[in-house]
């Protein structure tokens, strides 16, 4: 199955305001967005407008993203401590947040809501990963009941951790937004065979390249799609042979020309696409 929509990361453009968000997603030459949602929770003021001054533009949402509290990605090891839904002394403001977005996203017909779990255990006799399996359960369940599915980002765990949990979790609204850079930076699995194994749990694709680190425990470098190691032919290939209709973002989160480096990523998977 061809992917069904293709947009645009909304923090890949550091926006400042909604009108300025919308006028960057026009000039990548793309109509649709993943909406960070956590700022029209957290900076009404700014951003509580956003959702209408989209559509007023006829952007699509195709998803939100959820920016757990307290992340730290200065280095592997900090993001590590402080990712996802990992911390107890954030879990409240967590579970806060993920309520508030979940209402926000069923408000505006945005059905998905994506964001790193942060580094779950490998081992299952690990104190941590019942906790955490707990509190996806909970997510899971809360966007449900508005409708809503979640998308785990791939990248902190390898593919075998990441199937056991989804296991565990067993919700059928939770699923997984591939991301094959993800898996190049944090150096834990080659993306092809990842996305061959995760397929049929794919909820929404993120268009990323990457380089790997030269050391273990370092981060790789993100790149302009085409200039990484991820194989975009064969990504693809798999991309279009998944049972269940996805979306596409293109994101980018390095580099100071956003839009520039979108249009590169939206030209070279072009050929690909219906």
Not at 89 to 116: D, K, Q, S, Y
Not at 117 to 146: N, W, Y
Request: hydrophobic letters at 45%; proline letters at 6%; aromatic letters at 4%.
């Amino acid at each position: 199955m061809p992917l069904s929509r293709l947009g645009v990361c909304s923090w890949s453009l550091r926006p400042s305001d909604p009108a300025d968000l919308v006028d960057q997603v026009l000039a990548t030459g793309l109509q649709a967005v993943q909406l960070a949602l956590s700022p029209l929770v957290s900076q009404r003021e700014t951003w509580g407008a956003a959702i209408g001054t989209l559509m007023s533009h006829d952007v699509q949402l195709l998803s939100g993203m959820m920016a757990p509290v307290g992340e730290d990605y200065s280095t592997i090891d900090r993001i590590r401590e402080t990712g996802g839904i990992r911390v107890d002394a954030h879990w409240p403001a967590n579970e806060a947040m993920i309520r508030a977005a979940a209402v926000v996203a069923e408000n505006a017909g945005i059905g998905l809501i994506t964001f790193h779990a942060g580094f779950l255990p490998h081992d299952t006799a690990h104190p941590e990963r019942a906790v955490m399996v707990h509190r996806l359960q909970s997510i899971a369940d809360i966007c449900g009941r508005q409708g809503v599915r979640v998308g785990l980002e791939t990248g902190q765990e390898d593919a075998h951790t990441l199937l056991a949990v989804l296991g565990e979790i067993d919700r059928p609204n939770l699923g997984i937004n591939f991301d094959p850079a993800n898996m190049v930076l944090y150096g834990t699995g080659d993306p092809i065979e990842a996305f061959e194994q995760l397929a049929s749990h794919v909820v929404q694709l993120h268009i990323k390249d990457a380089t790997p680190p030269s050391k273990p425990g370092q981060w790789g470098s993100e790149v302009p799609v085409g200039e990484g190691v991820v194989d975009w032919d064969r990504f693809m290939a798999i991309a279009a042979s998944l049972e269940q209709d996805v979306d596409a973002t293109i994101e980018r989160e390095a580099g100071e020309d956003r839009a520039g480096d979108i249009r590169i990523a939206l030209h070279a998977i072009g050929k690909h696409l219906p």
